[in-house]
């Protein structure tokens, strides 16, 4: 058994038939919601931190689009200047590297136990690494609603995971810096970065939606569940954080200011 194993593929098989045996019928498949929810609600900190780095780094872009301007043609010093700026703001642009990265590891590890330990030829291996206080199943079923989540499920769950992937996507593009510089002021640099992020929320949920096609489908139940309590997250923070920059703020005396002007 190799330490990969051992940290990350044996406790989530571990917790998974935990919560499979609480549940009505040892369903996997619900056990598989719990998991989500239980996942979502342990990243909720460090989300809702990535989601104020990122409406941090939104308000900063017009000095960020200042400085751009300044140091155009000098990249050292355009490099140095925004560090120095997001030192001064005690702010990251890879704030959302470690919730993104627990995220990729906790998918590859479901989809080993997706792939292998659903798979009722596989039941003896799979019991074998059950920890001595975890219950063993007799019996257990991964079906829901009549899809076998064990099995590849290559035309509806795609689909719809790449839906809601597209609106998380769309959803997140809205804390996403914005240049206020018309587009015929923008650099060859500049514009080639905008079409790339603009094609990607194409592009991306459709290949993601392609790449699952081939595996089982419990994995592409988790990701669209996942996927659809981070929209409602997200939703609930743009309802009480705003959810782009504003083009003028009041001052405490009554007088309207432009962001431009505040973040000076």
């Not at 998974?16 to 239980?38: D, Q």
């Not at 392609?210 to 994995?219: D, G």
Request: with cysteine; charged share 15%.
């Amino acid at each position: 058994m190799n330490i990969l194993t051992i940290i990350f593929y044996q406790p989530l098989v571990n917790v998974l038939f935990l919560l499979a045996y609480f549940v009505p019928g040892h369903s996997l498949s619900w056990a598989i919601v719990v998991l989500t929810v239980l996942i979502r609600l342990a990243l909720l900190p460090s989300s809702l931190k990535t989601l104020e780095h990122q409406r941090r780094i939104q308000l900063l872009q017009p000095k960020i689009d200042e400085i751009k301007k300044k140091h155009a043609e000098d990249k050292n010093a355009l490099n140095k200047a925004t560090i120095e700026l997001y030192n001064a703001e005690k702010v990251s642009p890879f704030a959302s590297c470690l919730p993104l990265f627990v995220q990729l590891v906790i998918l590859i590890a479901l989809n080993s136990v997706m792939r292998h330990g659903l798979d009722p030829a596989k039941l003896t291996e799979t019991l074998a690494l059950l920890y001595s206080f975890v219950p063993q199943l007799s019996s257990y079923h991964a079906s829901f609603f009549g899809y076998d989540l064990a099995k590849p499920e290559p035309i509806v769950l795609p689909i719809l995971v790449g839906l809601i992937s597209y609106i998380q996507v769309k959803q997140s593009m809205k804390l996403q810096p914005q240049s206020n510089k018309p587009d015929s002021e923008l650099s060859n640099e500049e514009r080639i970065t905008k079409s790339m992020t603009k094609n990607m929320q194409y592009l991306f949920p459709v290949i993601f939606a392609i790449s699952l096609r081939q595996q089982p489908a419990a994995l592409a139940f988790y990701w669209g569940l996942s996927g659809l309590l981070t929209i409602a997250q997200q939703a609930w923070y743009f309802k009480y954080k705003g959810e782009t920059l504003p083009k003028s703020v009041k001052t405490k005396s009554g007088v309207e200011v432009s962001v431009r002007q505040v973040i000076k």
